[in-house]
């Protein structure tokens, strides 16, 4: 199989259900922004941490399900989509690994470890991905639970940053004012 088309040479590219749209559309948008944070994590494994890794890669295959989701504007009931299991999954991690860390008082700001760096990375990029699935839902009809996914992915990766950055015994920085 090629990698290579050329179908998408003049702009354009098809949907799950073979629809031509702009490589400019909102859904697009939304799902190649999803594939930037997916990239981003992809980066940051191995951690060195075997339950931080755990979830990264549990997120970056729920990644898929979320493009998959967002490119397909009318589902059936067998094709991939994000349900509320993925969201509470990613809550459950949360609570877990806030647990190891100190209560949070201020802002901080992102960075530490390398590590620690590229998850700060990839949870602003995952608040895009958000935003970009607003945009879309504000046009036509989407899945919730993408949006709820992406909004609890982005405290995931702030949690999880800082938890890499305390083990790595890199402090946290507040901004000054």
Known sequence: MKVYTG????????????????????RIEAYGT????????GTARPTGYDDVDE????????LHIVQAD???????????QVREEHVEALETRID?????????????????????????????????AERRAVSLASEEPINAEVVAYLNRL??????????????DGVPEASPTY
């Open 96 to 128: 877990e690994a806030d647990e190891e860390l100190d209560p949070l008082t201020s802002f901080i700001l992102p960075g530490g470890s390398e590590t620690g760096a590229k998850l700060h990375h990839a949870r602003t990029v995952s608040r895009r």
């Open 70 to 80: 967002l490119a397909n504007p009318d589902p059936d009931e067998d094709d991939p």
């Open 7 to 26: 179908r998408g040479d003049e702009g354009m590219t098809d949907l799950r259900d073979m629809t031509r749209v702009s490589k400019t559309s909102h």
């Open 154 to 167: 982005s405290d995931a990766l702030f949690v999880y940053a800082r938890l890499v950055n305390k083990r």
């Open 34 to 41: 999803v594939d930037e944070v997916n990239a981003i994590v």
């Open 55 to 62: 979830l990264l890669e549990i997120v970056q295959n729920h």
